[in-house]
Structure formats: structure tokens, C-alpha cells
């Protein structure tokens, strides 16, 4: 048993998912353990009903990492790394005197959770999470003493400019000529899935206002907390290494000339024009590291932390610069200092050659490795491009050197692998543009250093690349750049996806961490180098997806199927290809070995890049099948004017006189109190027999506009029924104070054909009798209702979408039928439980009761998506499978397996779909087509009875068609 087990990420992860069970429904045990904000947070990021509703949620890596940090955090009290490890990896720390004395250091006397998260799986949106946590927690758990420490503040560092970059652009939105745009952050563009509605506005206010850069941390007044974004350089008492590339394992130590530089005197320096600026700023470059020291709490994030901790060369363990000042940040603070660790490779390397080991972080609280997150999909596949000229020559893979070690140029090597992939490049750019115009490939060159990668430059010149089509990102090249210059080069290296050029990147290890590119297809690692961590952040740069859309899903899978079965993929959809080197062998026979990485060779199988991907577009004609969706975007209304009642058009009561109403006082029930036990009566009252009772005039008169009112606009019911066909009318605008005025001049003038007085000798309890009060709410509703007139303002205006907007469909050639009465030439069906969808794709186009139909794909005919409220009441959307056009009727189709009917989501979408079709069949019949819209939801076994039977399309779809329900009418489309 040893650290490298990760036996406390295991044991911690066991325990939180028996303790989350029941959480995607909102009773997990863990809801009872926390406090309620964190209670609110848990809810609206893994609850299913918030899930459904949204486009994009946590994937379960994420979710675990999550949820062992609160657990571990908060249910656990912050324990510190020993304290975890003897709640939940007893047994570990006892084998292993080296581990406690590892974790007795003052380094770890402070809460400290390690996520060990691959590359390109979305660590960011877990830091976002956790401080999203940790500061509502901290303003809203009302002072309680919960026996955890939440902060306000917060320090993340990043390893270098490229990851700090990000990092702004993650909280603080692009920079464009000066200023950042928040709308462009990861926060505000994925808000649904951060921050519930309740506390969105809060953490906006606070993330915006409370953001310090680098040059800030200390001098930006915040109020409320504080999140400061450094780069490690703070941390050591540097400035920015420019030579970023010579830092070759984690952990190096600083090279002199960098020591030279912290303790020289302060000096401007030329470069600066002498700029006093400059000199202010280095003279307060250590009060940075005092003011975070002076905070009473503080939450750090280390992203990519692995370049933080320790090495260890001939047995002495070396602290590096900015683990010191984390230690010295942390004095004091105990709990109050939490340290939370993100990296893909969590590790140090120890010894060489032979006896080169890995130790593992030993406060590893999640593992979610390469290997896992290749097989769920989260990144790109894996493949070795094996070329034949490669595998047949041997050849020397390092740069030509002369005697003294200067590089003259390249090998025979490194040009034979630089020609291998800028020929898969160039294959893959002319697949994927004929699938997507807009899907860019890119190939990344990783050089020996910054010497090689001009001659990398001078090979590409040489092959007929222009300099547009290449960019070099080293510290070479940003030494020869003016500042400006070089931020013009960084914006378009950060925008790399979206343009055609550059088609090639080149870098040392400048690129190594936090480039966050989708595109990146074709590796080239000229380094020879065989630092495992290396060589894992080198591959880390293609890992990210850039076919995300369902419709690839299927291809994906096949592809990783195939490779784990050691077989060639079928297509390079979202495929990283490496072009083999030697020095890498052994790191790629461990993943080929798990059937994690495939090989490829000169010609991929299935008819190139894409495989059996087709792109298909718009039919010659299509005008004729095309359906427009209406969407109604206002209604006619309906206005109610009143004209002034005139008392004497009220009629005056005269089925008894004053003196018998008189009389008739007071003869209602009466009621006598007996007592229990002795049979003694007491307390004689009356219940009037009116058909209402007051205790007094002014209550009658209030009570009378009451009822009047109610009577108008009809009472409310608990039949959803009856209340849909209430609801169909408007409500009577009554106005009740007039209402209540004119009641009581009818009561004192008209009522009794001449002047009454109803505070006379309680003369207003006459008021109270049942054929008096009848009257005077008959007379009072017959007059309101004939005052008002109601008359129709405006038209409806209604647009329409139509499925032509969409001008191109990706879909597998092998699942997609060709048809004709659609305005795509082909259409897809599903590769798993398909069937169904095929077969009613044949059966319409061949059926002449079928004018147009058409398969909706929901990720891009979104617009056809209709809402409905789930089964727990929260809002979701969901499209139909199909939209079939009649001589008479448009349907909109949903095909249903055996068994799936029933499900009460199901039933919600057919009352939402049903209502929606009854809104449109209200409008005038040009504006919907001149057809009548219903809904079908159509089973798998009325289908194939229906179809065997040799019956008409139209006759089933009519037959099956649901009838308008009567509950609530949902009046938009979206």
C-alpha cells in the first residue's frame, strides 16, 4: 500500500456516492449534512430537474470532484491532510512513517484537497463551483457556527501567462482595446449552470467588482472579499520568466541570473525607458505576498499545481519559491487557510534513467485520470500515426548540432515527422471541410527549444507555407516582438479556432499548459525528452473536443470501440493523431495496452478523415417540401369600455314593504349552548337565514361588492377542467371601489323607491334577508354587464420558421435512407434501436397521403423545440421526431417504443404539444398553412399495425392524433 494508490481519493469517493444517492431527485442523506446555501447549490447543479432544463451540466468527473471537496470540507470540518487521511485511510498512514512525516510539514497544517482531473475535462468549472461555495456560504450561513470555515477571499495562481490569460477570461470575460466584456466570461455565458436564479446577481456584483489582476493584488480596493489572479512569478518574488521553456520539471530550481535579478537594487532598467513606473512597481512587489498574508481567511487555488510542489535530487526534498510564500501566506490562519490543488499530472518524478519513479500528491481527493475520461468521451481519442518511411529507416529524431552545441538545423528525423503530419494535416483539412466549412484542423509542432524552432519555421517555408499559415509561440519569438505586437500574436493564438489560419502552431513549452484550443488535431513532438509529465501535457494541448454535437455521437463511440478492440478507427472525428516518436514508446504502450490509443496508417478506412460522415444539404426544388413552424409573436386583444349606470335604470325591490321586512328580522335558526356533563343550557344565539351575514352596514356593502365581483368574473374551482373553460373569457374589469359607491346610492335612493336610511334603528339588517339581497345582486351585476361593451383591438402576428433555415445536416451515410418528399436528399435515423425511425422514414415517402415530412434534428432545428413542465413542475424542452405535411393537416410526430408511452414526463409533453397545436388551429387559416396542426403519439404498435395492414399514412396519423385537452393552454411555441 502506498500513496501512489490513491486509496483516500478512493475511500473518500465511495463514501460521498453512497451518501449521494437519491441526490438527482433532491433526497440524498448529504442534503442533511450541509448548510442550506450549500443545500441550494447541490440541488441546482445535480438535480435532474434542473439538469433537464439545461443545455450544458457537469460531467461526472466534475461532479465528483465537487462533491468530495464539500464533503471532505464541510461534513468532515476541514480536517487537515492527516486528519483526512485518519478518518479515511487509516491503515495507509500507519504503514507509512514517511507519510506522516510528510504530512506533519507546515505545508499541509491547512485544509488541502488535490483534484487529479485530466486535461481538457474542465477543471476551471470546478474552481468556479467551489468558490461559488465557498463565498455564499461564507455571507449567508448567518453567523452559525457550523464548525467549518468558508472565506470571501480567494487567491488562484496560475503556472504561467498563457493559463492566467484564461483564467481573466473565465471570470472576467475577452479583452478587447483595453476593456472586458463580462457577457463573454464563463460565469455570465453558462449562469444556468453556475449560480441558481437566487443568488445569480450576488455573485455577478461581487465576481465583477472584486477581480484583481497581478498588478492589483494589494492596491485594488474591494469590498466584500476579494479574488486576486496571479501567475507563480508573484509567489516567487519574480517577475514573468520570459524563458519560460527552460523550466524543464517541476520543481527546478531557479536559475541565477533570475536570483540576481529578486535581490539587485532597484533599478528601472533601460528597457523601460527608465519608466519610474517600473521602479514603483518593483519596490512594492513583496507587499503583494504581505497583504494576502494579512487576511484573516483565504481560499487558494493552484491550477496546474503541480509546478508548486517539491522535488527531491540525491535525497534532499527542495521547497520551490512559491510553495514558500504559500507556507508564509498561511501562517497564522490555520483552517481559515484552505489550499485547493487542480493538475492532470499530481506528481514528482524521482531518480532517472532506469529508477525513474512517479510520487504521487499525497492529498489526492478525486482521481478522474486521462484513461477514465477517454473512455467516457470527455476528450479526444488517441491514435499513433505509424508511418511506414518511419518504421523502415533509422534515423536520428534530434536537431543537427555542430561542436560546440549549436543547432544548424534540422534531422533527418525531425523532417521525416514534420512531413508525416503536415500530409495528415492537409488530409484532414480537405475531409472535415467537406462535413463543415468551419471545422479548422490545426497541428501543433513541439520543439527541442527555442534554438530548433526557427529552423521548424525555415521547413515549413520551404514546403510552401506562407508565414501566415504558421505561428511561433516561444519565448525567441516574444523577445523579438515589441509588447503590443506580441498581444496581437496571443489574441490570435487564443483564437485559433475560429479562422483558417495559422494552420500550424509551433512552441517549446510555452503551449505545455492552459492552451485551450478545440482544434489542435495533429501532434508533432520533436522533443526528445522522456519526462512522462511532459509528455502527458504535451498531448493534453489536442485533447479538447471539436465535434461536440449529437450528431457525432455515434461515430465517436464506434471509433473508441474499435480501439479498444485494437483496431483502426473508422474515422478521425474528434481523433488526436500523434506522429510516433521513439523516445515515447513507452508511455504509449501502457495506454495501448489498456486498448486506450490506436494506430493508423497511411489510409484510414471508411472513405477518409470523416469516415461514413456526409454532409447534406438543401434539394434542388425544395421550396416544394418546405414547412414553416408559426410562432405567434402577439395576439389580438380585447379591450372593455363601461358606460356610467344610471340609477334609475336599476329596478327597486317591491316584493315586500318596509314594515314586513321589518318583521322578518331576526327569524332565523336558533342555537342554544349545552353543557356536557349537567345538561345546563346557556347562551342562546341566532344564525340569520339570509343568504348573507354582516356586522355591520359598511361590512354588507364590502361583502355585496365581494359577491357581485366574484359572480362576474366567475369563482375559482378545483377542476382544472372547468377553470380552462372559465379561463377562455375575460375577467370583468371591475373596478371595486365604484362598484361599492354605486351600491350604496342604489341601497339609499332606489332600492325601496324613495330615500331609505340603513344605520336607522339597524335598518340595514333588512338588507341581510335572502329576497333582498338576491335583488340588489341581480340589479347590480345586470347593470355592470350592460354598461360594459367589449370590442377587439389589433391583429395577431404571427411569424413562421421554416425548416429550410437550416441549410445542412451532418448524418452517417450508413443510417440515412435517401427520400424525396423532404427538403433534405437524405435523411438519418439513430445507429441503436433505430428501426422505428427508419421505417416510418420509408413509409412516408412513399405514401401518397404524404405531401412533405421531415426528420427534426433538435440540435439544429432548434426552433421547433416546445415546452413543457415535468413531472416535478420545473420547466424543460423537448422537440418531435418528426413533422409530416397533409392535404389537410400538419403533425407533429413523436414515435414511441413499447413501454415508453406511459412515462410521465411523456404524457406532460403530449399535454404541452396538444395545447400548442390548439393555439395555432385559432388563428386565421392562412396563417397556419391553411392546414389544421395536430400532435401524434405515435407507438411502436400502431405503427406496424397500421402499416401492415396496407393503411394510408394520413388515416393512421389522423387516427392516432390526440384530441385538444383542457388544461392550462400554453401560448408559446418556445
Not at 473518500?12 to 443545500?39: H, Q, S
Not at 433505430?834 to 433538435?858: H, P, Q, R, Y
Request: charged residues 25%; contains cysteine.
Amino acid at each position: 500500500m502506498s500513496v501512489n494508490d490513491l486509496t483516500l481519493a478512493k475511500n473518500l469517493t465511495v463514501r460521498v456516492n453512497d451518501l449521494c444517492v437519491g441526490l438527482e431527485t433532491g433526497e440524498a442523506p448529504i442534503l442533511e449534512m450541509v448548510t442550506g446555501v450549500t443545500r441550494d447549490l447541490l440541488v441546482w447543479w445535480f438535480s435532474l430537474s434542473h439538469i433537464d432544463a439545461r443545455e450544458f451540466n457537469y460531467h461526472p468527473g466534475q461532479r465528483q470532484a465537487i462533491l468530495n471537496a464539500i464533503y471532505a470540507h464541510e461534513v468532515l470540518k476541514a480536517p487537515l491532510p492527516k486528519d483526512l487521511y485518519a478518518e479515511l485511510a487509516a491503515d495507509e498512514l500507519l504503514a507509512s512513517a514517511g507519510l506522516i512525516k510528510e504530512l506533519s510539514l507546515p505545508k499541509n497544517a491547512h485544509p488541502k484537497y488535490c483534484m487529479k482531473m485530466a486535461t481538457g475535462t474542465g477543471k476551471t468549472w470546478v474552481l468556479q463551483a467551489l468558490l461559488i461555495w465557498q463565498y455564499l456560504n461564507a455571507k449567508h450561513h448567518d453567523g452559525q457556527d457550523t464548525g467549518t470555515t468558508f472565506s470571501t477571499n480567494f487567491l488562484i495562481v496560475a503556472p504561467g501567462l498563457i493559463v492566467y490569460d484564461r483564467l481573466l477570461v473565465a471570470f472576467l470575460g475577452k479583452e478587447h482595446e483595453g476593456k472586458r466584456n463580462f457577457e463573454t466570461s464563463d460565469l455570465a455565458k453558462f449562469q444556468s449552470l453556475f449560480v441558481p436564479d437566487t443568488y445569480r446577481q450576488e455573485i455577478f456584483s461581487f465576481v465583477q467588482g472584486a477581480v484583481a489582476t497581478k498588478e492589483d493584488i494589494g492596491r485594488k480596493v474591494t469590498g466584500g472579499g476579494l479574488i486576486a489572479i496571479t501567475n507563480w512569478h508573484l509567489l516567487a518574488g519574480l517577475e514573468e520568466v520570459l524563458n519560460e521553456e527552460t523550466i524543464v520539471d517541476p520543481g527546478q530550481a531557479i536559475e541565477p541570473d533570475q536570483v540576481v535579478e529578486s535581490v539587485f537594487p532597484l533599478r528601472p532598467g533601460r528597457s523601460a525607458g527608465n519608466d519610474l513606473n517600473q521602479l514603483d512597481q518593483k519596490y512594492l512587489s513583496g507587499s503583494e505576498l504581505q497583504y494576502l498574508a494579512d487576511l484573516e481567511s483565504l481560499v487558494v487555488f493552484n491550477d496546474e499545481a503541480h509546478r508548486i510542489h517539491a522535488v527531491k535530487k540525491a535525497g534532499e526534498t527542495t521547497e520551490v519559491e512559491w510553495q514558500k510564500s504559500l507556507t508564509y501566506i498561511a501562517e497564522g490562519k490555520g483552517k481559515h487557510f484552505v489550499q485547493v490543488d487542480f493538475s492532470a499530472t499530481p506528481y514528482n518524478q524521482i531518480g532517472s534513467g532506469m529508477s525513474l519513479t512517479k510520487a504521487m500528491f499525497p492529498h489526492i481527493v478525486v482521481d478522474f485520470d486521462l484513461k477514465t475520461a477517454m473512455r467516457a468521451g470527455l476528450v479526444k481519442s488517441l491514435v499513433l500515426d505509424k508511418r511506414k518511411e518511419i518504421a523502415s529507416l533509422e534515423l536520428d529524431f534530434k536537431a543537427e548540432r555542430d561542436e560546440k552545441g549549436k543547432v544548424i538545423g534540422l534531422s533527418d528525423g525531425q523532417r521525416v515527422m514534420l512531413r508525416a503530419g503536415l500530409t495528415k494535416l492537409k488530409k484532414l483539412e480537405e475531409d472535415f471541410a467537406r462535413l463543415d466549412p468551419l471545422r479548422r484542423p490545426k497541428m501543433m509542432v513541439m520543439c527541442e527549444d527555442t534554438d530548433v524552432s526557427p529552423h521548424v519555421e525555415g521547413f515549413f517555408r520551404s514546403e510552401g507555407l506562407s508565414n501566415e499559415e504558421f505561428l511561433r509561440v516561444d519565448s525567441g519569438k516574444k523577445d523579438e516582438l515589441k509588447k503590443d505586437d506580441w498581444n496581437r500574436v496571443r489574441e490570435r493564438l487564443f483564437d485559433v479556432d475560429r479562422h483558417p489560419e495559422p494552420r500550424v502552431i509551433i512552441s517549446v513549452l510555452m503551449l505545455r499548459e492552459g492552451f485551450d484550443v478545440n482544434n489542435i488535431c495533429v501532434i508533432v513532438p520533436l522533443r526528445s525528452t522522456q519526462a512522462q509529465i511532459l509528455l502527458e501535457q504535451t498531448i493534453g494541448r489536442g485533447l479538447r473536443l471539436m465535434w461536440r454535437e449529437a450528431e457525432y455521437t455515434d461515430t465517436k463511440i464506434e471509433n473508441r470501440q474499435l480501439i479498444r478492440q485494437s483496431k483502426e478507427p473508422n474515422s478521425l472525428i474528434d481523433v488526436l493523431s500523434i506522429i510516433e516518436h521513439p523516445a515515447f514508446m513507452e508511455f504509449y504502450a501502457e495506454l495501448m495496452k489498456e486498448g486506450l490509443v490506436g494506430e493508423t496508417t497511411d489510409e484510414t478506412p471508411g472513405g477518409g478523415a470523416t469516415g461514413d460522415l456526409i454532409s447534406v444539404g438543401l434539394r434542388e426544388g425544395y421550396e416544394e417540401y418546405d414547412i414553416g413552424i408559426p410562432f405567434i409573436l402577439e395576439e389580438e386583444e380585447e379591450t372593455v369600455s363601461r358606460k356610467d349606470i344610471a340609477l334609475e335604470k336599476l329596478a327597486s325591490f317591491e316584493g315586500f314593504t318596509l314594515a314586513q321586512l321589518k318583521n322578518l328580522v331576526g327569524k332565523g335558526d336558533k342555537f342554544t349552548s349545552h353543557d356536557v356533563e349537567t345538561g345546563k343550557m346557556f347562551g342562546d344565539y341566532r344564525v340569520d337565514g339570509g343568504i348573507m351575514t354582516a356586522t355591520g352596514y359598511n361590512d354588507y356593502i364590502a361583502r355585496l361588492v365581494n359577491r357581485v365581483s366574484l359572480m362576474l368574473t366567475e369563482p375559482l374551482t378545483e377542476s382544472k377542467r372547468s377553470y380552462a373553460n372559465m379561463a377562455k373569457f375575460p375577467y370583468m374589469q371591475i373596478e371595486k371601489p365604484k362598484l361599492a359607491g354605486l351600491a350604496d346610492r342604489y341601497i339609499r335612493q332606489r332600492l325601496f323607491s324613495g330615500e331609505f336610511a340603513p344605520l336607522e334603528d339597524e335598518n340595514w339588517r333588512m338588507l341581510l334577508l335572502d329576497p333582498v339581497a338576491t335583488h340588489v345582486i341581480t340589479q347590480l351585476a345586470r347593470a355592470i354587464m350592460a354598461a360594459e361593451e367589449t370590442r377587439i383591438e389589433g391583429e395577431t402576428v404571427v411569424n413562421h420558421r421554416y425548416l429550410s433555415e437550416v441549410a445542412k445536416l451532418s448524418m452517417r451515410e450508413s443510417f440515412s435512407v435517401e427520400v424525396v418528399k423532404c427538403i433534405y436528399p437524405r435523411l438519418p435515423y439513430p445507429s441503436q434501436s433505430g428501426n422505428l425511425e427508419k421505417n416510418f422514414i420509408l413509409w412516408a415517402d412513399a405514401d401518397s397521403t404524404v405531401d412533405a415530412f421531415c426528420k427534426i434534428n433538435e440540435q439544429r432545428h432548434h426552433f421547433t423545440r416546445l415546452r413543457y413542465l415535468k413531472d416535478d413542475g420545473l420547466p424543460a424542452f423537448y422537440s418531435p421526431d418528426f413533422v409530416v405535411r397533409s392535404k389537410d393537416c400538419i403533425y407533429l410526430v413523436e414515435t414511441k417504443a413499447k413501454g415508453q408511452i406511459s412515462h410521465p414526463n411523456v404524457q406532460r409533453k403530449k399535454m404541452a404539444a396538444v395545447n400548442w397545436c390548439a393555439n395555432i388551429n385559432r388563428l386565421p387559416a392562412e396563417k397556419r398553412g391553411n392546414r389544421e396542426w395536430h400532435y401524434v403519439l405515435l407507438s411502436e404498435a400502431t405503427f406496424y399495425e397500421w402499416r401492415d395492414k396496407n393503411a394510408r399514412m394520413a388515416e393512421m396519423l389522423d387516427f392516432a392524433r390526440l384530441r385538444e385537452q383542457t388544461g392550462a393552454v400554453q401560448t408559446s411555441l418556445l
